[in-house]
């Protein structure tokens, strides 16, 4: 089978598109024909090895696994002790080393694709939609009525929190560039500032809500943007050197999150929650959430999709389409 595999960390540079042993499944192990698989920037750091300390699981001199995380497509072939899915059904969710034609996965991070949904749409789900939802409902307590605003508001993650938290009853706001502003409020948004020509720590508006999914924005900038009893939910970030890569401002934050009872900056790492995904494709199959499918390219394009991924122009999310 082809798939994507890296010898060494570094850049889109050490990727290759080449031919590799078709994987078996195991006992409780699924065998996945994969039609599609999203990109997020978790891939990056997987590639990189950036911050080093996921080196601790995923190799320290060179990595041990093979790139991609969410996926879509058709059961191939399921262990003996598999009893949830069987050859033929469509389904989604997250394993390891989707970047391929066959990929294997544990059944308890799959569900079945609903109805209408095409592949490229569920592959882009599984870990942006999860971090945007456990931010909103988990770390974030978000309710009815509250003002919440989404910074990174075209991604990934946040073109999926903007429409969970306006579902959920909230006053959404977005931040993004001039070129998503039309896209932003597409999803539900009822405001959007350019950050390019406003900041929305200046602004008249406070937030009993802010979801941080992009840039590197010092916590107290953030902090400026709350209300007196606001949460700051910082879900990603990107900068901070090879050490820490972005993850500097969340250690921060579970620091001092629980000495502050005020503008409180909260720290979020997203996890693999099959009650979670479940509760997503419920939204997906009666069409409350409408992935955003921002591009798509084939798996020997890769490099190039990480490439554009890491510019910070693409509008939704990025999908390969393996088959």
């Not at 840039?215 to 820490?244: C, F, K, T």
Request: glycine share 14%.
């Amino acid at each position: 089978m082809k798939a994507i595999v890296h010898e060494v960390y570094g850049d889109a540079s050490v990727l290759s598109h080449a031919e590799v042993e078709r994987p078996e499944p195991g006992d409780d192990e699924v065998l996945l024909r994969v039609h599609a698989a999203g990109l997020d920037p978790g891939v990056w750091h997987l590639m990189t090895g950036q911050p080093y300390f996921i080196r601790l699981a995923t190799g320290l001199r060179r990595p041990k696994g093979r790139l991609g995380g969410d996926v879509a497509g058709l059961v191939h072939a399921v262990g003996a002790k598999v009893t949830t899915v069987k050859p033929g059904d469509q389904v989604f969710g997250t394993c390891d080393g989707s970047f391929a034609e066959y990929a294997l996965a544990r059944p308890g991070r799959l569900v079945p694709i609903p109805a209408g949904i095409t592949f490229e749409q569920a592959a882009a789900v599984p870990t942006s939609a999860t971090a945007a939802l456990q931010a909103l409902r988990a770390a974030g307590e978000v309710r009815t009525g509250d003002r919440v605003l989404v910074i990174g508001a075209g991604g990934g993650v946040g073109s999926f929190a903007v429409q969970l938290a306006r579902m959920f009853g909230a006053e959404v706001t977005g931040v993004c560039g001039p070129s998503k502003a039309g896209f932003v409020r597409s999803l539900g948004a009822r405001h959007v500032i350019d950050y390019t020509r406003e900041d929305f720590a200046d602004g008249p508006r406070r937030y009993d809500l802010v979801l941080d999914t992009a840039g590197n924005r010092p916590l107290s900038h953030l902090r400026r943007a709350l209300d007196v009893r606001g949460r700051a939910v910082i879900i990603g970030g990107e900068g901070g050197g090879p050490w820490l890569s972005g993850t500097d401002r969340q250690l921060r934050a579970a620091l001092i999150g629980p000495f502050t009872r005020r503008r409180k900056p909260l720290a979020m790492f997203s996890s693999r929650d099959l009650g979670d995904l479940r509760f997503l494709a419920g939204l997906l199959g009666s069409g409350e959430l409408v992935p955003a499918v921002g591009g798509t390219y084939a798996l020997g394009e890769v490099p190039e999709a990480i490439r554009v991924l890491a510019e910070g122009h693409v509008q939704g999310k990025i999908v390969i389409t393996v088959a």
